[in-house]
């Protein structure tokens, strides 16, 4: 049973960046039929897909947040990362990792999600 | 960038079944049979109840079906159950590497 587990300072302040990690057991980030994704939800709202990676290394972002997100891998410590630069209010959310099967395009396995709040 | 359209909150009382709509459009949703649905209740991880627009997950009720006529899916929720309340939202991917998720709908047992 894969489990997924989000870390990170709960607090940042506006234009920093922010940096998560998802540690994963009972699977390998390097498992060539996943993708390893990150998902957010600011308060009051709905899900937002961040983006995913695969094990090769590739990435695929929202548009909407691409200039601002990457998502990396180290398959050392079964881990992947999130960093999201020059945050502001808006980047005020529950950040989600979750695991994507690939060939069906869906999140079959969530973290329990980890509240970041943006604010000076 | 294309969004998928979900009613804000749909309400049912318990025994009855309601349907949850997922509008998308013909380049989206009426193009691909990757729609999935998640139940979210808040403060815990979303749980996937729904996946290729009709598939259930091992583990999941039977009282839990997908459906997709044209650019619209569906969840339908039968017979109802107090623990069914919580957020419902799907999601799919809408061509050129992109996902999206629905904005969600709030299920209310009366």
């Known amino acids: 049973q894969v489990q997924l587990r989000e870390s990170g300072p709960g607090l940042g302040k506006p234009s920093e960046t922010l940096s998560l990690t998802c540690s994963v057991s009972?699977?390998?980030?390097?498992?060539?039929?996943?993708?390893w994704g990150w998902i957010r939800q600011p308060p009051g709202k709905g899900l937002e897909w961040i983006g995913f990676m695969y094990y090769s290394g590739s990435t695929l972002y929202n548009p909407s947040l691409e200039s601002r997100v990457t998502i990396s891998v180290d398959e050392s410590k079964n881990q992947f990362s999130l960093k999201v630069t020059s945050v502001t209010a808006a980047d005020t959310a529950l950040y989600y990792c979750?695991?994507?099967?690939?060939?069906?395009?869906?999140?079959?396995?969530w973290g329990q999600g980890t509240l970041v709040t943006v604010s000076s | 960038q294309s969004a998928l359209t979900q009613p804000a909150s749909v309400s049912g009382s318990p025994g009855q079944s309601i349907t949850i709509s997922c509008a998308g459009t013909?380049?989206?949703?009426?193009?691909?049979?990757?729609v999935s649905w998640y139940q979210h209740h808040p403060g815990k991880a979303p749980k996937l109840i729904i996946y290729e627009v009709i598939k259930r997950p091992s583990g999941v009720s039977d009282r839990f079906s997908g459906s997709k006529s044209g650019n619209t899916a569906s969840l339908t929720i039968s017979g109802l159950q107090a623990e069914d309340g919580a957020d419902y939202y799907c999601?799919?991917?809408?061509?050129?590497?992109?996902?999206?998720f629905g904005g969600g709908t709030t299920l209310t047992v009366l």
């Open positions: 013909s380049r989206d949703l009426g193009t691909y049979n990757l």
């Open positions: 999601w799919s991917y809408v061509g050129s590497n992109t996902w999206v």
């Open positions: 009972g699977d390998s980030v390097s498992s060539r039929s996943y993708y």
């Open positions: 979750a695991r994507l099967n690939g060939p069906g395009h869906y999140f079959d396995s």
